[in-house]
């Protein structure tokens, strides 16, 4: 199977159908980006890489982060972490603040809003210098000291970040959030502003491909169990209220963030990254979408 060929092809197809998304501009940095940008990176286990379109150019990752805090998280506390958050679906808009009432402040997953606050605090918790340590732990995975976050973009967020503020704060008024709502809303407006391209995420998330392991030196970074469950949480809750739809459309475990970047995951085979910055209206990359079905249907490769 030639997947370069492929994926040039899938690109082509779908760069030139009707862009019917918007941009996220209730975040205004976001709101800058030029919306026909369209870039896809594919990087495999045995070290094959090809990228496409604007597979070069740095975007902000949003909530693809909150894979990474969960992975550094859960490394760290094992199964007890999931005494704070959920692993069921939301069923709800990534803002929600509607489950947490009836949950007494335990969110549904940690790729909501909420579960990443709820993550964050723990971070704040267990990290000495937390937005240091975290940026430390992402490039260390990828053995990329490139990444970073965006002082823009976090800024932006923060400013118009009013529902995150009540999200943290309800949180904080069944104890679920132990440390000052300032600090972990700090946190979480920052590693949410990470930047990456299309390649350097589709290389970081390839430890997710590979059980657990730096894909360069074979170093585990979470136990291949840990590997396997965040694998299970993106595929059931890594796309909002879409999760269902992508699960039946594409098949892979996945996570998307309103930057427009959507990553794949195929365990033990490689991580796709594509990133079309306008969103449907569920707030995944409208054209990621439509890329990731017809690949995995061209290729007949899922995890099904």
């Not at 909530?63 to 007890?80: C, D, P």
């Not at 118009?160 to 503020?165: Q, Y």
């Not at 730096?214 to 136990?223: A, E, P």
């Not at 999760?243 to 996570?255: D, H, I, N, R, Y």
Request: glycine share 8%; net charge neutral; charged share 20%.
């Amino acid at each position: 199977m030639n997947l370069k060929e492929i994926i040039e092809d899938i690109y082509e197809n779908v760069k030139g159908i009707e862009q019917k998304g918007e941009l996220a501009s209730y975040i205004p940095e976001l709101a800058k980006v030029n919306s026909e940008n369209f870039g896809v990176h594919i990087s495999t286990i045995d070290n094959c890489n090809f990228g496409v379109g604007n597979s070069k150019d740095k975007f902000s990752i949003q909530s693809i982060a909150k894979v990474l805090s969960l992975s550094l998280a859960y490394r760290t506390l094992g199964e007890s972490i999931w005494e704070r958050v959920g692993v069921e679906p939301s069923g709800t808009a990534f803002n929600s603040l509607v489950q947490l009432e009836t949950d007494k402040g335990i969110p549904r997953n940690p790729f909501i809003n909420a579960g990443a606050i709820v993550i964050s605090d723990i971070l704040i918790s267990i990290l000495e210098n937390p937005k240091e340590d975290f940026l430390a732990f992402v490039r260390s995975i990828s053995n990329d000291d490139g990444i970073n976050y965006s002082t823009e973009i976090s800024q932006s967020e923060k400013n118009v970040g009013f529902r995150n503020v009540a999200l943290c704060n309800f949180i904080k008024s069944f104890d679920n959030i132990i440390n000052d709502p300032a600090d972990v809303l700090d946190l979480y407006f920052n590693l949410c502003s990470l930047e990456m391209n299309s390649k350097q995420l589709s290389k970081l998330f390839l430890f997710l491909a590979n059980d657990g392991r730096r894909l360069f030196d074979n170093k585990q970074i979470i136990t291949q169990s840990q590997s396997k469950r965040i694998n299970a949480l993106m595929l059931t809750c890594g796309f909002y209220d879409e999760s269902g739809e992508f699960a039946f459309k594409v098949g892979l475990p996945g996570k998307s963030g309103v930057g427009g970047a959507i990553v794949a995951v195929h365990p033990k085979h490689y991580a796709l990254v594509v990133w079309s910055p306008k969103l449907n209206t569920k707030g995944n990359s409208y054209k990621g979408m439509k890329f990731l079905e017809e690949f995995t249907t061209r290729t007949k490769q899922s995890i099904f």
